[in-house]
């Protein structure tokens, strides 16, 4: 690498402060579900320490989203935070991110109408903001499976559900989380609330863009009155489609959101830039605009390579810069961006289920 590339490469490289924590460069390592919890507990275990702890170099590490109750839950495999065993799971993953250097934020999760009866409590239905079903699969142990009907949930459940996040933000502390981030993306509960196409309520949950923000809003101030400020984050998608998830206008509800929650001092937020793991330019939104109504950090998603990363943090686009896939490949990202050396591809086979393999198994540099 030529000097003035590696320069350029710096700002990757360089250190941010992310509320009171100090990220030893600006890369993210994005939530992955992989779906290899301990089977009857769904707690962490050793083999999931060791995963994290490979890729203890990124700035940081967000969890792999991890259900705050077994109602909040839409594939199998997938860890909670809700039971003493899933708290001491994660104390050992937290542990072994540390002993590296690390740092770990949790992400908390409720799947609302992603899931499927057979995951849910007595089999019942999944619940949601309405009763429409989503045009979309599931993983269970018998393989994919369309998502079940849910039913809407009443007015007089909400505040139940606000406050199992506020537990399970507490549980977070205990397990030794350096932070939280709120699920808000992806087409889940948080989102199936804010997006028109999913919630048709009348109540005050629903209609006006102030209604349909309340509950995203309601999750984030639970979990403030857990966390410090400087320590909450939480994940957006505004024009994903990600599980059937669709807004009619989302600049009108999504600036009020992140306006919102920059009045509230949230650390950053994270947002999904385009489809869910496809293309960025799916639909078109104001992106860069959005950053500026926040006054915190702003970590971006989707799509990246090590050039357009450089190209986006040394225009101000972006504050940090979340990877997905090429973190489950790459243990020692990090290291190879520096570097610019070649990436292993990921192995979509492996993504969910299964043991080391295509797990922690994926060479860093220098292994034989
Ligand atoms: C892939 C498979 C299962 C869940 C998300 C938590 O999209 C997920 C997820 C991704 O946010």
Known sequence: MTTAAAAEADILFSPFELGYLRLPNRIVMAPLTRSRATKDTL????????????????????????????????????????????????????????????????QLWHVGRVSHVSLQPGGGAPVAPSAIPAKTQTFLASGRADVSTPRALRLDE?????????????????????????????????????????????????????????????????????????????????????????????AKVFFPLVEALSRRGLAYIHVIEGATGGPRDIAPFDFVGLHKAFRGAYIANNAYTRELAIETLQAGRADLIAFGKLFISNPDLVERLRENAPLNAPHLETFYGGDALGYTDYPALGDA
């Open 43 to 106: 707690a962490p275990n050793d083999l999931n320490a060791e995963y994290y702890a490979q890729r203890a170099s990124a700035g940081l590490i967000i969890s792999e989203a991890t259900q705050i109750t077994q109602e909040g839950q839409g594939y199998v495999w997938t860890p909670g935070i809700y039971s003493e065993a899933q708290v001491e799971g994660w104390r050992k993953v937290t542990n072994a991110v540390h002993a590296e250097g690390g740092l770990i934020f949790i």
């Open 158 to 250: 909400i505040p139940r559900i606000i406050a199992e996040y506020k537990t399970a933000a507490e549980n977070a502390k205990r397990a030794g989380f350096d932070g939280v981030e709120i699920h808000g993306a992806n087409g889940y509960l948080i989102d199936q609330f804010l997006k028109d196409g999913t919630n048709k309520r009348t109540d005050s949950y629903g209609g006006p863009i102030e209604n349909r923000i309340r509950f995203a809003l309601e999750v984030t101030d639970a979990v403030l009155s857990v966390w410090d400020k400087a320590r909450v984050g939480i994940r957006l998608s505004p024009v994903s489609p990600a599980n059937d998830a669709l807004d009619s206008d989302p």
